[in-house]
């Protein structure tokens, strides 16, 4: 992602794994000032530049400011011209996400936003479903806060199953059809994010984690800010 500056990094990894190429799922997000028709058609060509693996799995406008409108028009394009096999938004929560799936010949299939135990974000889901569009969450742990993972429900659970709290959370998010990435830089906890598919939780412990949703997020920047702070920065190429 051109914000992150690690796309030639990742492209580097991709290419000498020697894992073929369609067993890899890479996702990639355009910042604001790529936005608008034919701008972001340029800044998709130096991505794929950058990460040299062909084609982009999943790309996503960074955030809801700036000339949104073209920008999803030109990814359509992309997706037409085999350089985007499928395409999102990232933090449209304002009516803007409306705007750009009515407007949008291809739907979003994804839209990545906070979300996680208490911010479960069930109003947005409902919003989302006529367009068929699923979450992905960020912050699935809540940004790691100590007070969401141990809740008595998670401790309780994790002791049942032989799992970590963390492990319980993630498990739920699957299962309520939630997309999850949980940042790690530690290999036994991706190795432990990655061991959640040899149980199930019940209806009835499903409900009793619905219930710990307080509605509070933890990115609470409002939009007239997003406006300023989002549009007055650019990453350099």
């Avoid at 990742?10 to 020697?18: D, F, K, N």
């Avoid at 299939?109 to 979300?115: F, G, K, R, S």
């Avoid at 947005?124 to 790691?144: C, D, F, M």
Wanted: negative net charge; proline residues 5%; glycine residues 6%.
């Amino acid at each position: 992602m051109p914000a992150y500056y690690n796309e030639r990094s990742v492209g580097e990894a991709v290419r000498e794994s020697g894992i073929p190429r369609e067993e890899i799922w890479v996702t990639s997000k355009l910042w604001p000032s790529e936005y608008g028709e034919g701008r972001t058609m340029e800044g998709i060509d130096k991505m794929l530049e950058r990460l040299d693996i062909g084609y982009i799995d999943l790309l996503l406008l960074h955030q809801q400011v700036g000339e949104y409108m073209g920008a999803w028009r030109d990814m359509e394009k992309a997706v037409a011209q085999g350089k985007v096999k499928t395409i999102g938004l990232s933090n449209f929560e304002s009516e803007r996400l409306e705007e750009v799936c009515e407007a949008a010949e291809v739907k979003p299939a994804v839209l990545q936003v906070e979300c996680h135990p208490y911010f479960q974000q069930n109003e947005l889901k409902k919003r989302l479903a006529p367009y068929g569009t699923v979450i992905e969450a960020w912050y699935p742990i809540g940004h790691g806060d100590a007070d969401l993972i141990n809740e008595p429900v998670f401790t309780k659970l994790a002791e049942k199953y032989e799992k970590t709290n963390v492990q319980i959370i993630l498990r739920w998010h699957i299962q309520e059809g939630t997309i999850i990435f949980p940042k790690s830089t530690n290999p036994q906890h991706i190795k432990d994010n990655f061991d959640i598919f040899d149980f199930e939780l019940t209806e009835e412990e499903m409900e009793q984690i619905r219930a710990v949703d307080k509605n509070v997020r933890f990115f609470t920047v409002p939009l007239e800010q997003q406006e300023i702070q989002f549009t007055a920065w650019a990453p350099e190429d």
